[in-house]
Nanobody, 130 residues
Framework: HVQLVESGGGSAQAGGSLSLSCTAS???????????MAWFRQLPGAGREAVAA???????VYTDSVQGRFVISRDSAKNTLSLRMNSLKSEDTAIYYC??????????????????????WGQGTQVTVS
């Protein structure tokens, strides 16, 4: 079972930037470096929205609302996942979660894989944009 721990987040003004990080530890029979890794966000009372995903080769996919503003990246050697959020908007306010799982061609579609496909989750970190 892979453990995921997010850091970063906090508060920013609209138009500003924030960065999130996620560190993975623990391994299953499949090396976690082969996992699809992704960022989700969730508002109170709502489901988890996929924000961005990145595969083991660095191929990325974003949801339309963050395309061109957010950048997802990963360092497989350090088992870390990052999300750089630029040109922030008030509607980006949410709890952000890191997720990982083995998903074939996870960045091959027009949008990131949905939350039911991921079994490994971080605890979440708050992002507030005002």
């Amino acid at each position: 079972h892979v453990q995921l721990v997010e850091s970063g987040g906090g508060s920013a003004q609209a138009g500003g930037s924030l960065s999130l990080s996620c560190t993975a530890s623990g391994y299953t029979s499949r090396n976690s470096r082969d996992y699809c890794m992704a960022w989700f966000r969730q508002l109170p009372g709502a489901g988890r929205e996929a924000v961005a995903a990145i595969d083991v080769n660095g191929k990325t996919v974003y949801t339309d609302s963050v395309q061109g503003r957010f950048v997802i990246s990963r360092d497989s050697a350090k088992n870390t996942l990052s999300l750089r959020m630029n040109s922030l908007k008030s509607e980006d306010t949410a709890i952000y979660y890191c997720a990982a799982d083995y998903i074939s061609d996870c960045a091959g579609a027009n949008s990131p894989p949905p939350s039911p496909l991921f079994d490994n989750w971080g605890q979440g970190t708050q992002v507030t944009v005002s």
